[in-house]
């Protein structure tokens, strides 16, 4: 694990639905392009990158998922090590008759990890994907990095888990079809846990929906780095790793002084971890008739 800067790029981009090979290799360009232009060693692409996201069945999210084993991936892995870069990529995954939300972490030595969206929404193919049950903090010699997708944002847990973990950079594949509140959001996510963040959205239409760009990267203080409009676009960060492992801010010493992670009461959290709730999830349901 590196605690230098790392040269980040996110491309926000169209994406084509039921067109894996056309999406593929315009992720393909884009990472031997960032390597090349800006000597990146992190790319990070949309939510559901390789796939599209709107789907109006289980039936057609399986038809047009993609396998972890699948050729889309290997050739993102032949990518990666062509530039001696890392990636992550969002796409929808078959598995044992399923789909997953999922965002992949490929490598030069090809596939170093997969996360799963935990938290799902009545919103495209999330109406019929698995949740995911975990989250995971991946120690890369680029440095320490985690993943959410898209409405994992909204839930404050998220990222303060990751956090918790060990990240140094948060990064959110999303599909925002609005951006109401998502700077804020995504300042605050960076803000309240001291750590790096990057939110990658994609443009164009899909089924009608319209995805407005937006893009933006964010430093543990709370700062925009980098902010995309509404067109396709490549946002290009340097991220002080070593900045998210700071965690006590000292402003006057002995008179004003802080640590968002020292600071905390997990004693007095239980109700954040209790089961009860009130009304029903509008995503989807484990275990699904």
Known sequence: MSNGP???????????????????????????????????????????????????????????????????LSAIADACRSANAWTIVGAIERADGDVYNAAFLVGPDGIKGRYRKVHTLCLGVDRFARRGDEFQVWD????????????????????????????QLIVLPTNWPRLHMKRQQTQMRAYENHVNYLAVNRVGEERGTVFPGGSMAVEPGGELLAEAGDGPERIDVEFDMAASDRNRVVLAPGEYEFDYVADRRPDVYRPVTDHAQSGEPTGSMEPRA
């Open 6 to 72: 790392l040269v980040t790029r996110g491309v926000q981009f169209d994406i084509r639905l039921h067109e894996p090979a056309k999406n593929t290799a315009a992720v393909c360009d884009e990472i031997a392009a960032a390597a090349a232009e800006s000597g990146a060693r992190l790319v990070v692409f949309p939510e559901a990158a390789l796939t599209g996201y709107v789907f109006e069945s289980l039936d057609e999210a399986l038809d047009g998922a993609i396998s972890a084993t699948g050729r889309e």
């Open 140 to 167: 890369l010699p680029i440095g320490r990095i985690g993943i959410n997708i898209c409405y994992d944002g909204t839930f404050p847990e998220s990222s303060r888990t990751l956090k918790l973990l060990g990240a």
